[in-house]
């Protein structure tokens, strides 16, 4: 559906703390203007939610945005080979493959005596997960030693258990460790169990904290029970002059905002849904009702259920603009609208968005009725196809074939599937062709907008 980025060529292989822009030295400055740079840029990354990913056919990512900007600043091409894990990524280093690693790789003994850190830096430290209003109304942990008496929920034998079995020893114990087997749940799920209440506590790294917090607002991280520790970008030992060129790139003043801007889109602004109560005693769904009803029979929907798909996704809020750059009332990415011949300005108008989605929801179903026979079944996917894009959703079929599961069936079949789409032992999978998917947002999707169709099919007339 969306057009590759001009000028970057993307090969699929096999967050953020405090992250600060490094003022170079002028001699550093001097030697990387004596350096050309080549004309493609060579890059390694991981697939995560902070450094690279795919949403809604848009390559993304805190990481990829910002090595983006530095190639086509510097008239480089972006060549991006995404590697499983970060010995992988350094073994492509190594062998020449690759220029530079745009992922946070820490800056420590073991590393620097094979790389050569540069560019943005973050600074991490363990934090505590907790609820901003703690269980019964008590009050936030605002010191280590108030978690003597306190379950604390951690990943099985990870550096997080490992860390809460020392401050255990460090206050005089009392703290009750509690393991979860991290086969099928990832760090991040740590967070939105404290978010629902399923678990009280949790320890997490503070730029994954950070980064979901856009998720769940209701979370307060703002304990650290750790030292820092620092990451950055990498080079090879003999690169000096293409860190050096990196870290004066990032030195300069339109750069600096350009990073800022960047950090503040993945690990400042809202990515929560805004929820509100609507009224039906009006009978109608919305305040865009007839171009739901104009739009609908070109795909042979009933029109509420478009009303629903407009409801969560932008709330009937036109003027919205998501974190993602996703825009107006239905919420299309700019790179969609422009494949189908749509401006980003069109965009805003409510009319072209509800036509735009139309023709989506078109190709969408056109890609999956081959596959998914039912039309009742396969209104699913279309759904979680418009949330995610098309690539991640089979992604999620291909896996369910792997594991003995219909692919063809989405509750508790491919719907799995999509969950673990967020867990590397899946989505480094030869099967899966499109990585790191937050698959827990698109599986609520689905229900969100199905469960406002059941209640417009409720209250309001076809």
Not at 125 to 151: E, F, N
Not at 169 to 186: K, P
Not at 386 to 401: E, P, S, V
Request: charged share 25%; net charge neutral; proline share 5%.
């Amino acid at each position: 559906m969306a057009a590759l980025t001009a000028g970057i060529l993307i090969l699929a292989a096999a967050s953020c703390g405090s992250r600060q822009a490094q003022k170079p030295h002028k001699a550093s400055a001097r030697a990387a203007a004596a350096h050309p740079l080549p004309d493609t840029l060579r890059v390694a990354t991981l697939y995560s939610p902070g450094s690279y990913f795919i949403y809604r056919d848009t390559k993304m990512g805190y990481d990829y945005d910002l090595v983006s900007r530095l190639a086509s600043d510097k008239g480089m091409v972006l060549k991006l080979e995404v590697a499983p894990t970060m010995a992988d990524a350094i073994a492509l280093l190594d062998s020449g493959r690759v220029d530079l690693l745009a992922t946070e790789v820490p800056v420590t003994a073991e590393y620097r005596a094979r790389v050569l850190p540069c560019g943005p830096e973050n600074v991490t430290t363990q934090v505590l997960v907790q609820p901003k209003v703690g269980r019964g109304g008590s009050g936030l942990i605002t010191d280590v030693t108030q978690l003597a008496g306190k379950t604390v929920t951690v990943e099985r034998d990870s550096r997080y258990y490992h860390r809460l079995v020392n401050l255990n020893n460090e206050i005089g114990g009392g703290i009750v460790i509690r393991q979860l087997d991290s086969d099928s749940i990832i760090t991040e799920d740590f967070l939105e169990l404290v978010s629902r209440d399923s678990i009280g506590l949790t320890i997490v790294d503070s730029d994954i904290a950070q980064l979901n917090k856009t998720y769940y607002p209701n979370l307060d991280a703002s304990l650290e029970v750790s030292f820092p520790q620092r990451s950055k970008w990498a080079v090879a030992k003999n690169a000096r002059w293409l860190a050096d060129s990196i870290d004066a790139w990032l030195g300069q003043e339109a750069p600096r905002r350009e990073h800022a801007d960047i950090r503040r889109r993945y690990f400042e602004m809202s990515k929560a849904a805004p929820s509100f109560d609507i009224s039906f005693a009006s009978g109608h769904a919305s305040p865009f009702d007839h171009i739901f009803k104009r739009h609908a029979p070109e795909v042979g929907w009933d029109w509420r259920l478009l009303a629903a798909i407009g409801y969560v996704e932008s709330q009937f809020d036109a003027s919205q603009t998501s974190w993602a750059g996703a825009v107006g009332l239905m919420q299309i990415m700019p790179s969609t609208g422009r494949a189908f011949g749509v401006s980003p300005d069109e965009l805003r108008s409510n009319e072209t968005s509800v036509a735009v989605a139309v023709k989506i929801i078109r190709e969408l179903d056109r890609l999956f009725k081959p596959r998914v026979k039912d039309p009742r079944e396969r209104l699913k996917f279309i759904l979680a196809a418009y949330n995610a894009g098309q690539a991640h959703i089979l992604d999620a079929m291909a896996l369910a074939r792997k594991q003995g599961l219909k692919d063809n069936v989405w509750d508790a079949n491919v719907a799995e599937m999509v969950l673990l789409k967020s867990n590397p032992n899946y989505y480094n999978d030869p099967v899966v062709s499109s990585g790191y998917s937050r698959g827990r947002q698109t599986f609520e999707y689905v229900n969100q907008v199905m469960d406002f169709y059941n209640k417009c099919i409720k209250h309001i007339k076809k």
